[in-house]
């Protein structure tokens, strides 16, 4: 079985990760499962930014090809935020629950049809023998007044998605995968790296 390793402490993205790769024969791992702690100072001001950083840092240490994702939500009503701050919207302890309350406090009072927002995901490839690569998707949608849902993690419980009328969080990982933004740029990236891909073992 072959494995990919993706650059990300989140094990959230992890789960949607192993639901994306998974069916093709490929298991993922991610810096959770290493003995040493790896953690890559987010500095960039665009997801492009710091995907890459983190790509091209965690390759650099490890020696091997690396997926890295940066990922977040853009309220519409809030101007874009949380945007790239998404992780440490209510601050840098990265409280799922904290950031939720923080962007439904932010839209008290706006009405259904202005709670429009996305999320957002480039996915960077680094390798020690190849430039670095991305891909990105997004994922329409808009914020409900309340939680619902259990799955998923970080604002997927406040993120309705018309496509399949349910909350995020309501969705099995496979159902996100079909939708999500990270679903949506991983499959950019399987378009445009079959080579990548052979070497994952997967089939295009
Ligand atoms: O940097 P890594 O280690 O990958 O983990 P992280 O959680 O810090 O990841 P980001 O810097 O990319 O921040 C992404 C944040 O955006 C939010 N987010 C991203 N994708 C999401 C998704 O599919 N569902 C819900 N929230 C998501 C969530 O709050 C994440 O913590
Ligand atoms: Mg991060």
Redesign the pocket.
């Known amino acids: 079985m072959k494995q990919v390793l993706i650059?990300?402490?989140?094990k959230?993205?992890a789960k949607?990760f192993e639901a994306l790769f998974n069916p093709l024969g490929v298991t993922v791992m991610t810096?959770n499962d290493l003995e040493e702690t790896i953690?890559?100072e987010?500095t960039g001001t665009t997801?492009e930014e710091?995907a890459i950083l983190?790509a091209e840092e965690v390759s650099k240490l490890l020696g091997v090809i690396v997926i890295?994702?940066?990922?977040?939500?853009e309220v519409d009503a809030l101007d874009g935020a949380?945007g790239v701050y998404?992780?440490r919207?209510a601050g840098l302890e990265?409280n799922?629950d904290a950031?939720i309350d923080k962007v439904l406090e932010g839209l008290t009072g706006v009405s259904d049809e202005e709670r429009t927002a996305r999320?957002r995901?480039v996915l960077a490839v680094a390798g020690p023998e190849m430039e670095t690569v991305t891909f990105s998707g997004s994922c329409e949608g808009s914020i409900l007044h309340d939680r619902r849902g259990t799955n998923?993690?970080?604002?997927?419980p406040i993120?309705y998605t018309p496509i399949k009328e349910r909350a995020?969080a309501e969705l099995s990982a496979i159902e996100?995968g079909e939708i999500?933004?990270?679903g949506a740029a991983l499959a950019q990236l399987k378009e445009h790296l079959p080579k990548l891909m052979e070497s994952f073992g997967a089939s295009r």
């Open positions: 650059a990300t402490n989140n959230g993205k949607d810096l953690d890559v987010e997801f710091n983190k890295a994702d940066d990922s977040g939500l949380p998404s992780a919207y990265k799922d950031n999320f995901c998923g993690f970080g604002y997927d993120f995020m996100k999500s933004h990270r």
